[in-house]
């Protein structure tokens, strides 16, 4: 039976690569599209989401607005990596499609209390819409059946400050809330996204995309490889927030280690920094599973197999 998940996105460069892997794999029942604030403002992500649905041709998921603003620390927005408009040099056609009725957290809640145990979220911006959820309805985290979280970063340096992923940067008291709420959860840092660089060499074997599909993977990555060559002397991009997707298809595509991890809330120069207790200093009981290694051919396999069926 396929999985049961609510994506909870910034889209985002990235972010649309996992949106359009997850609507090429039977593997997965997209119940919704929550949307927060992150790579670029809240409206900016909303028209995104509502633009790839079309593109993936997913119009029937519902997509929700989210948190415009994290919970505690101002807003902060990445366009230099994803663009002003936050999809690279693509350019989407105007969306004829319409948010759905209710905020992102509210569908949250309604969607896991008809589905206990059933759903899995698949977050891959900051965590703001999942804690917003938790903080109204603190039962509905008993109800979840596991997270998938893009985010944190254990051995690997920051890419928002020396010490901080972006996604945690953006709202680290969020990532706190939903890494205790006592629920498995699978971290997927950037020890294992930026292993999975993706290279012109790559790109150039997805032949077989729909043509505007393969236009604007074309377009967004362009945007995405400059930066990462300009910023981080990195050749290709990486391509987080498909590799978080991915494991929903394919969890063997790493190798997971039980840690407990804090977020750091106080320092001001280590702010947002993920803190894994390696040794159990502790004493601690894990509170995620952190992916700490990756078949990056087998993803890279799948993830070019599953665009190639965008057809
Ligand atoms: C994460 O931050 C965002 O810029 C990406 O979309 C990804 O989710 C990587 O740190
Ligand atoms: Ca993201």
Redesign the pocket.
């Known amino acids: 039976m396929a999985e049961k998940i609510i994506f909870d996105t910034?889209p985002?460069i990235?972010?649309a690569l996992a949106l359009l892997l997850l609507a090429a794999s039977p593997e997965v029942e997209l119940l919704a599209i929550t949307v927060t604030h992150?790579?670029t403002s809240q409206d900016k992500c909303l028209r995104n989401a509502l633009q790839l649905v079309e593109l993936a041709g997913i119009t029937h998921v519902p997509v929700a607005r989210g948190a415009s603003e994290p919970l505690v620390k101002e807003l902060s927005v990445?366009e230099e990596?994803?663009g002003d408009g936050g999809l690279g040099y693509a350019q989407l056609p105007p969306s004829s499609q319409k948010p759905d009725g209710l905020l992102a957290h509210d569908l949250i809640i309604d969607l896991v209390e008809k589905n206990p145990g059933e759903i899995t979220l698949l977050c891959?911006?900051p965590m703001t819409n999942i804690a917003l959820a938790f903080l109204k309805k603190p039962s509905i985290a008993g109800k979840v059946k596991k997270i998938i979280s893009?985010g944190g970063a254990i051995h690997y340096p920051g890419?928002a400050t020396p010490q901080s992923?972006?996604?945690v940067f953006c709202d680290p008291e969020a990532f706190d809330i939903v890494l205790n709420a006592g629920i498995e959860c699978i971290l997927v840092p950037?020890d294992v996204t930026y292993k999975c660089i993706f290279t012109t060499e790559h790109l150039a074997r997805i032949t077989k995309a729909r043509s505007d599909v393969k236009k604007f993977i074309d377009d967004s990555t362009r945007f995405y490889m400059e930066f990462h060559a300009s910023h981080q002397s990195i050749q290709g991009c990486a391509i987080?927030?498909p590799l978080a997707a991915a494991l929903l298809i394919d969890p063997t595509l790493v190798h997971n280690r039980d840690y407990f991890v804090s977020v750091e809330l106080l320092s001001p120069t280590s702010k947002a920094k993920t803190i894994a207790d390696h040794y159990g200093a502790l004493k601690k009981a894990p509170n995620a599973k952190v992916s700490m290694d990756v078949d990056v051919e087998r993803f890279m396999n799948l993830f070019i197999e599953r665009m190639n069926a965008l057809i």
Do not use: P, R, S
């Open positions: 910034d985002g990235d972010d992150g790579n990445a990596t994803h891959v911006g893009m890419n992923e972006y996604n950037l987080n927030d």
